[in-house]
């Protein structure tokens, strides 16, 4: 692989993973837990103000991926089982 075509894929991966940040941060994708008692029992990273046919939904699907991804560091970070807020 060439250089150039490194630093094509360094770009647009820098790209998607800065798009992810900032629809992170314009609540079109949230972070949802539940507890039962005192205890985390889920985490889930969902579309923001999900409606049917919704462009949260979209750009949820668009980034399946970092979703997933933001989903097991939650549960490395509180597992299950341990103290829910």
Not at 16 to 43: F, K, N, P, W
């Amino acid at each position: 692989m060439t250089r150039r075509k490194r630093i094509l894929i360094a770009a647009i991966l820098g790209l998607y993973c800065l798009g992810y940040a900032v629809v992170r941060t314009q609540y079109m994708i949230v972070h949802t837990s539940m507890g039962a008692g005192d205890e985390y029992t889920l985490h889930d990273v969902v579309a923001g103000d999900a409606k049917l046919a919704s462009p949260n939904m979209l750009i949820a699907a668009f980034y399946t991926p970092m979703c997933y991804l933001e989903r097991a560091c939650w549960y490395l970070v509180k597992p299950v089982g341990s103290r829910y807020p």
